[in-house]
């Protein structure tokens, strides 16, 4: 197979969805892979360790898509993006349909494969694919919420771990899932009072087990939610329902029951996000605020930390992309079902009924395609 990887050009943006090391593996197995010209700068691979490895570079976006039956990137398509695609070519990326009609559509139009990291799902319900980046985004939150707390950053002014007689900063985490168990983790370790919301009681349970004493898990409701912001000083939004558009667990009017200077860290936002009043924002402009309260709403966060991500990501990504490689996307997503749940639009149908569902589209069932 063809496999092509082109630069990421998302604001600041700076993963790329291949090593050296995977196009070897490519390489290796007889496939032709086609790097964008400095695509691994930012993760400190550079054109001549993608050569020495067999890839051929590549000098512009548009020769790598022109050229690719598999497009292998990181973040979803953004609108130079959408006129690049072509008809039956496999596109292997995060997409997050749910949180954004206008690229759910224009993916239709293009008639590609559309195979979505984040809905790659193993028989446990876990997510393989998003893991590793949830990994980094909830230890992030925490360095990021820490930041936007101080004074002139304009939070509370309060740090998180408080000193020898001050108490310490109250972290609230909304979801227990992975984002909010490594939220959990760095806060905790910063000597804050932790408190984990979710519906999960298996899953709380589990949590209660593992963490330190100063993390607790409370049942996530309105009248919880309600009570607990009002106290809190960083909120993490790291809730998820697969493939679909997250619920809003605070919504406008709880902003004037914060404190002035509380910090709203929403990891949930590239699904769009757990807190109503989160609008997407880049590492460039990270914040804004409204009544007060501080919110951090970047879709992206892995991509400011690109030599940990980098990694972390295509260790995950290169075992499913091989696949693809060697059997093509229809046999690989018939014999192996963790990819098969990936699949969100094929050539101009809607497979994943959750994103037709955010959008009232025609859902076209998998087993008609496949
Ligand atoms: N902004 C960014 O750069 C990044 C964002 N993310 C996003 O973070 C979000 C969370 O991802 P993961 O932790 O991997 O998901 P996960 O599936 O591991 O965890 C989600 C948790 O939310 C819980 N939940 C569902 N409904 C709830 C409710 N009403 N109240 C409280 N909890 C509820 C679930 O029980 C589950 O424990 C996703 O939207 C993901 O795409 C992930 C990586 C990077
Ligand atoms: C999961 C995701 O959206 C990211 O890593 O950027
Ligand atoms: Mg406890």
């Avoid at 050229?67 to 997050?96: G, N, W």
């Avoid at 899953?203 to 939610?225: C, G, K, Q």
């Amino acid at each position: 197979m063809i496999i092509g990887v082109p630069k990421e050009i998302k604001t600041n943006e700076n993963r790329v969805a291949l090593t050296p090391a995977g196009v070897k593996e490519f390489v290796k197995r007889g496939h032709t892979v086609y790097m964008q010209a400095t695509a691994g700068e930012g993760s400190g691979f550079t054109d001549e360790e993608y050569q020495q490895a067999g890839a051929s570079v590549l000098p512009t976006i548009e020769d790598v898509y022109e050229i690719a039956e598999m497009i292998m990137k990181v973040k979803e398509p953004i609108e130079p993006e959408y006129k690049l695609i072509k008809k039956d070519q496999l596109v292997f990326t995060y997409f997050h349909f749910a949180s954004y009609e206008p690229l759910t559509k224009a993916m239709i139009d293009s008639q590609s494969v559309c195979l979505a990291y984040e809905t790659v799902e193993k028989p446990d319900r876990s997510l393989p694919l998003l893991v590793p980046m949830s990994e980094v985004a909830g230890r992030m939150s925490v360095q990021q919420g820490a930041k936007y707390l101080e004074k002139t950053m304009k939070g509370r002014g309060i740090l998180l771990g408080g000193v020898a007689g001050v108490a310490p900063a109250k972290v609230l985490i909304l979801g227990g899932g992975v984002v909010g168990t490594e939220a959990a983790k760095m806060a905790a370790g910063l000597g804050a009072d932790v408190t984990i919301l979710d519906v999960n009681l298996a899953r709380m349970r589990y949590l209660e087990d593992i963490m330190p004493a100063n993390v607790n898990t409370i049942m996530s409701n309105e009248y919880n939610i309600r009570s607990l912001i009002q106290q809190a000083d960083l909120i993490v939004g790291a809730v998820l329902i697969p493939g679909a558009k997250a619920p809003h667990l605070i919504t406008r009017d709880m902003l004037k029951e914060m404190r002035p200077g509380t910090v709203l860290v929403d990891v949930a936002v590239d699904q769009g996000g757990c807190i109503e009043t989160c609008k997407p924002t880049t590492h460039e402009n990270p914040t804004f605020i409204i009544d007060d309260v501080v919110h951090y709403c970047v879709a992206n966060m892995p991509g400011a930390v690109p030599y940990t991500s980098t990694l972390a990501l295509t260790n995950a990504t290169l075992p499913y992309a091989l696949q693809l490689a060697e059997k093509g996307w229809k046999k690989a997503c018939r014999e192996n079902e963790e990819l098969k749940k990936g699949l969100n639009i094929i050539q101009g149908k809607v497979v994943y009924q959750a994103v037709a569902e955010a959008f009232d589209l025609e859902y076209t069932s998998l087993e008609e395609v496949l």
